[in-house]
């Protein structure tokens, strides 16, 4: 049954977790869980919203939460199951609207590792996604390696591949979308793009990110340009190095 709210509604808040039972505190579990959940229906996520506030479904196939004062918009997704950058943006909206249960499923023997900073090369004929470790002071031992979480991506190729490249092709939201999956559980990012104005991919990333996935938005410290055309592995870690170190 879906819970009314009032000003001084309370009952689904911080602190007071006892009305969210069954499978929606299943759903609100998953949610939480790190590393995050792989198989997190829409159907269940939306469910779980209407039991503690509500969820309304606009004609172009969003979808406007609003739970405790807080109010969230999420395009529903192609497959039925949530990818972990949509997971981790529920997530941050439900904390803000006071969601924080603690589960029993992380052990604080087992504390999860710190997230590794990204560095994200990218143009609109592919991306690519490295790990990059500079936070010793010995220059010798900074690290720079392709990063897989998913072990399946490292190397996105966009849709669009026929034109020269530095020109503009048509932004593909599932490029972006794959990208921002592949970072989700990551922790600072770089972006490095090719060209200016329209022509950078890497601007375009990041307007996609602002408007799809503010959390990994907000984890960027860094766009720059170069040319990708003749850029190294090491003339990457330099770049990254400048930019998460400064």
């Not at 950078?200 to 040319?227: F, G, K, P, W």
Request: net charge negative.
């Amino acid at each position: 049954m879906k819970t009314a709210h009032t000003d001084d509604d309370t009952s689904t808040v911080a602190g007071n977790l006892s009305s969210v039972t069954g499978s929606h505190r299943r759903t609100l579990e998953a949610i939480f869980r790190h590393p995050s959940a792989h198989n997190l229906e829409w159907n269940d996520v939306v469910g779980l919203i209407r039991e503690i506030g509500e969820a309304h479904e606009k004609a172009n196939g969003e979808f406007v939460f609003e739970v405790a004062g807080k109010r969230h918009i999420m395009r529903k997704p192609h497959t039925k199951d949530l990818t972990s950058s949509a997971v981790i943006d529920v997530r941050h909206f439900l904390v803000q609207a006071g969601f924080s249960p603690g589960l029993p499923s992380q052990p604080a023997a087992h504390p999860n590792p710190a997230a590794p900073s990204l560095l994200i090369v990218v143009d609109h004929h592919g991306a690519k996604i490295f790990h990059v470790d500079v936070t010793s002071d010995d220059a010798s031992e900074h690290v720079i390696r392709p990063y897989d979480p998913h072990h399946f991506l490292h190397h996105l190729v966009h849709k669009d591949q026929s034109r020269e490249r530095g020109q503009r092709a048509p932004e593909e939201p599932a490029y972006c979308e794959k990208i921002a999956d592949a970072v989700a559980l990551g922790g600072k990012i770089v972006v490095v793009g090719h060209g200016a104005g329209k022509s950078n991919a890497a601007h375009h990333l990041s307007e996609y990110l602002h408007s799809h996935h503010r959390e990994t938005y907000q984890r960027i410290v860094r766009e720059t340009v170069a040319d990708l055309s003749s850029i190294t592995t090491a003339q990457l870690l330099d770049v990254a190095r400048e930019a998460l170190r400064s």
